[in-house]
């Protein structure tokens, strides 16, 4: 089984150097096949830059093989050649902007059983904003404001981002929509890593991480590590 890392946004940036290095240290190192999804980003029209601010961060890091992806939309995801990139990449990184956007491009598409596929072997699945919302069970749709379906990589999880600054809004409504699930409240430039045994997970960058869940608030800082479905470790 490979590696998740969840970003809490304003990705690409000093704080997230920690996050970033080890995820490519998990993927298998500088020379891993690194692959960026822009889909989230494509509403506006901002995948290309965005992109490329991703390609230029990771190279700036060290990374030697890092690809954006033409996926932007449900025929690309669709599309075998992606999918086969998708399948052989070390380390997958899906970008933030439009969460319910992301969910729609990818769920069921040969790209998502690509994804599927390489993370069930030792590849590692990245996602900063929207692209690490739609890794739980449910996410908060902030435009129509209202609970929406994720892609359930994380069971009985909503992950959300920008919690040192909007995110937190969300937090009374969620509780009472999704009593039974986990909530993880990730604030901007930082990530946390399921790099443990078993699921602990770590934190790292610029914030802390916020867990809600069993009727309790638990807070994380950069450095400590959380069992995600028991206690801290």
């Known amino acids: 089984m490979g590696h998740l890392v969840l970003q809490g946004g304003c990705e690409f940036g000093g704080e997230m150097r920690v996050s970033d290095l080890r995820a490519m240290a998990l993927a298998g190192g500088y020379d891993a096949e690194l692959s960026i999804v822009p889909a989230a980003a494509a509403p506006d029209g901002n995948h290309h830059r965005a992109g490329q601010n991703g390609r230029r961060w990771f190279e700036a890091l060290g990374a030697s093989n890092v690809s954006v992806l033409p996926l932007i939309d449900r025929e690309s995801a669709d599309n075998p050649v992606?999918?086969?990139?998708?399948?052989?990449?070390?380390?997958?990184?899906?970008?933030?902007?439009?969460?319910?956007?992301?969910?729609?491009?990818?769920?069921?598409?040969?790209?998502?059983?690509?994804?599927?596929?390489?993370?069930?072997?030792?590849?590692?699945?990245a996602g900063s904003s929207a692209g690490a919302m739609v890794m739980g069970s449910f996410f908060y749709d902030p435009i129509k404001q209202n609970v929406a379906k994720g892609?359930?990589?994380?069971?009985?999880?909503?992950?959300?981002?920008?919690?040192?600054?909007?995110?937190?809004?969300?937090?009374?409504?969620?509780?009472?929509?999704?009593?039974?699930?986990?909530?993880?409240?990730?604030?901007?430039?930082?990530?946390?890593?399921?790099?443990?045994?078993?699921?602990?997970?770590?934190?790292?960058?610029?914030?802390?991480?916020?867990?809600?869940?069993?009727?309790?608030?638990?807070?994380?800082?950069?450095?400590?590590?959380?069992?995600?479905?028991?206690?801290?470790?």
Not at 102 to 119: D, M, P, Q, T
Not at 155 to 165: L, Y
Request: charged share 20%; proline share 4%; glycine share 10%.
């Open 82 to 125: 992606i999918a086969s990139r998708l399948r052989r990449s070390k380390l997958i990184y899906l970008l933030g902007g439009f969460p319910v956007y992301l969910a729609s491009v990818l769920r069921n598409s040969r790209s998502w059983e690509a994804i599927r596929l390489a993370l069930n072997g030792v590849s590692t699945l």
């Open 151 to 233: 892609l359930g990589i994380l069971p009985a999880t909503c992950v959300i981002p920008h919690f040192n600054t909007f995110g937190r809004q969300w937090i009374s409504r969620l509780q009472k929509e999704l009593p039974w699930v986990t909530l993880i409240g990730i604030d901007e430039e930082t990530g946390v890593i399921d790099d443990g045994p078993d699921t602990s997970w770590s934190v790292a960058g610029k914030g802390g991480v916020t867990l809600f869940r069993d009727q309790r608030m638990e807070e994380y800082d950069t450095g400590e590590r959380f069992d995600l479905y028991g206690a801290s470790v």
